[in-house]
């Protein structure tokens, strides 16, 4: 049984960075507007040769421009909502998933400003403590305070 959990949570983690990052490279070539017509083509070399290439084509730039503030709110969201879900294979799928499509957000950022991405990693790195503390707290309760100590 908890290979399948552990199956899910693979799957889960690996597919949520795919998952924004085609989702936003669909957006970006969405908006550009040099994107080539695939009823265009005139023969059926050109229909399947030519056409894909001009439709899936999204300027880096741009892309990385959207893919960076898209991947650091999905991933944020995914690490604290994997951290609260005591479900099995689902809540680690998630936080790793998270922190997987942060990663992928960081590596599409190089036309971002250094102190922005340095403050983002910041705030994860700080947020990582604070859920760590935050689960470590919840499973070690406090002792009950049971009274003065005894004396002689």
């Not at 894909?52 to 730039?61: A, L, R, S, T």
């Not at 998270?98 to 705030?123: E, K, N, P, Q, V």
Request: aromatic share 12%; charged share 10%.
């Amino acid at each position: 049984m908890k290979a399948k959990y552990a199956a899910i949570g693979c799957g889960i983690a690996l597919l949520l960075p795919s998952l924004v990052h085609l989702g936003v490279w669909l957006v970006c070539d969405g908006l550009n507007p040099a994107r080539g017509n695939p009823h265009a083509a005139d023969d059926a070399v050109n229909l399947f040769l030519v056409a894909p290439i001009k439709i899936w084509y999204c300027d880096p730039e741009q892309f990385a421009r959207m893919f960076f503030p898209v991947s650091y709110l999905v991933g944020i969201s995914a690490v604290i909502l994997g951290s609260a879900l005591r479900v099995p294979g689902v809540g680690p799928g998630l936080l790793f998933g998270g922190l997987l499509t942060l990663w992928d957000g960081f590596a599409y950022s190089h036309w971002i400003d250094a102190r922005l991405i340095f403050m983002a990693m910041l705030g994860i790195f700080v947020l990582l403590i604070g859920l760590g503390i935050w689960q470590w707290s919840s499973s070690n309760p406090a002792p009950a305070d049971s009274g003065p100590p005894a004396g002689p």
